[in-house]
């Protein structure tokens, strides 16, 4: 085992960082090191979360998320031989919402170059409008009570000077300055229990990001860009889905199915314990099990695979809008290792109502897809392992975007509202 060392100097504190993936059913901790435009892995911690901690993806059991945690840190530090100080963290939960908002602003004096302060003067402009949007679609879930949203992440995805796009318009004249922002928000009571778990870790937070807003940008080549894509992500307790369209991630949901859901149907149909009905899980999703049972593992899981199909139709009408959706589906997670969820999902019946641009084309995402992400630990293998390794694209993301002009901007707008 190799001898752990801290990180004292601080060049090397800020090039390593550790992801930290809440899974319903798994933690997954990866340790990283950037070097040059990569990130590269040097240790991986798995740890079974413990029962009812983590809810339909929000932490519940904060003792219980901290103490797994700290196993899963330890193991992946003891593998990398280092104890890194920062951290980014994945925030899940029905209650997520992320969704993209655009201002037009009519400049009075078109004449005058774009400045900092008129871009942060927009910036805080389309917060406040989709804080407004965010607390309105948490006041429609009046079966939780009293919720407060809270802005946790927010990305310029675009922007137009009279209708041309740009990188930055600082600098530029015009007449109307066009802005759209990527923003996820969650209930304050869900970041507070994240934010308790990163402190008692003793970490430092360096963004806490929706996985498959992260998946999306961490997959998503130069054609998927422009063409759109619709992203997946099958975890134990529940689905969370990302719309990638029109140059941007349009919107981000979860709903409350999942492979739990699975395990159940097949401990209950075949009169086994759900550890037993696990374990036969996923043996039939490696392809282990003999001729007569992955024929009856099958025909129990297939009916439930298309309830689980048929909340992401629904999730997908909300999405869309009533626009046309991107024909690629892309599933990740250890639910994606079904062979009955990639077959159904090809074969098309849950995509009634739903309108795409062409014929709908399904995969499922490879550790390999996510870009900028190198492994030297060894230990990087599964679909499962998609959601973290785009967690480390998006701190190395993060990292460029507040070094460039506009996205620095973005980035003070955020610290001046306290994120």
């Known amino acids: 085992m190799p001898r752990v060392q801290l990180l004292r100097r601080r060049d090397d504190y800020e090039r390593h960082f550790s992801v930290l993936d809440l899974g319903t059913d798994l933690i997954k901790v990866l340790t990283m090191r950037r070097d040059g435009g990569e990130a590269i892995v040097l240790g991986v911690g798995r740890e079974h979360m413990p029962v009812q901690a983590l809810q339909g993806g929000a932490v519940v059991d904060v003792d219980s998320v901290i103490d797994a945690c700290n196993r899963a ?3 992946s530090e003891d593998m990398a031989g280092v104890v890194p100080g920062q951290v ?6 029905e209650l997520v919402k992320g969704f993209s908002s655009t201002v037009s602003y009519p400049r009075d004096r078109p004449d005058q170059k774009v400045r900092d ?4 003067n927009l910036l805080q402009l389309v917060e406040k409008r989709a804080l407004r949007e965010a607390q309105n679609l948490l006041e429609a879930e009046r079966s939780y009570g009293e919720l407060e949203a809270r802005l946790v992440h927010s990305s310029i995805t675009g922007v137009r000077m009279d209708g041309y796009p740009m990188i930055s318009p600082i600098g530029f004249q015009g007449r109307n300055l066009e802005v759209t922002v990527f923003n996820a928000f969650a209930p304050q009571s869900q970041v507070g229990a994240v934010e308790t778990v990163v402190h008692e870790l003793d970490l430092e937070l360096m963004a806490a990001v929706t996985g498959t807003y992260a998946i999306a940008r961490a997959c998503a080549s130069e054609e998927t860009w422009e063409g759109g894509a619709i992203y997946v992500d099958v975890g134990g ?8 369209r029109g140059g941007g991630v349009e919107g981000t949901r979860m709903f409350n199915l999942g492979g739990r859901m699975l395990t159940r149907r097949l401990a209950l149909a075949l009169g086994i314990s759900p ?6 899980k996923l043996r ?3 392809g282990l099990l003999n001729g007569q049972q992955d024929r ?3 025909e129990v899981l297939t009916p439930d695979v298309d309830v689980l199909l048929q909340g992401l139709n629904l999730c997908l009408r909300e999405l869309s809008r009533g626009e046309e959706l991107p024909p690629e589906v892309y599933f990740s997670g250890g639910g994606s290792l079904l062979p009955e969820l990639i077959d159904r999902a090809t074969e098309g ?3 009634r109502g739903l309108t795409f641009v062409s014929q709908v084309v399904v995969g499922r995402l490879e550790p390999e897809d996510v870009q900028g992400v190198a492994d030297a630990s060894g230990q990087i293998s599964s679909p499962q392992d998609v959601a973290p390794l785009a967690l480390a694209n998006h701190a190395l993301r993060t990292e460029v975007e507040e070094r460039d002009e506009v996205n620095g901007v973005m980035a003070g707008v955020l610290r001046s509202m306290h994120m």
């Open 73 to 75: 840190l330890e193991a």
């Open 88 to 93: 980014v963290v994945s925030l899940g939960g």
């Open 117 to 120: 302060q008129e871009l942060r």
């Open 237 to 244: 307790s529940a689905t969370e889905v990302a719309l990638l």
């Open 275 to 280: 550890a037993d009905a696990e374990a036969r």
């Open 284 to 286: 039939h999703g490696d």
């Open 296 to 298: 009856q593992v099958r």
């Open 349 to 351: 019946a849950w995509t």
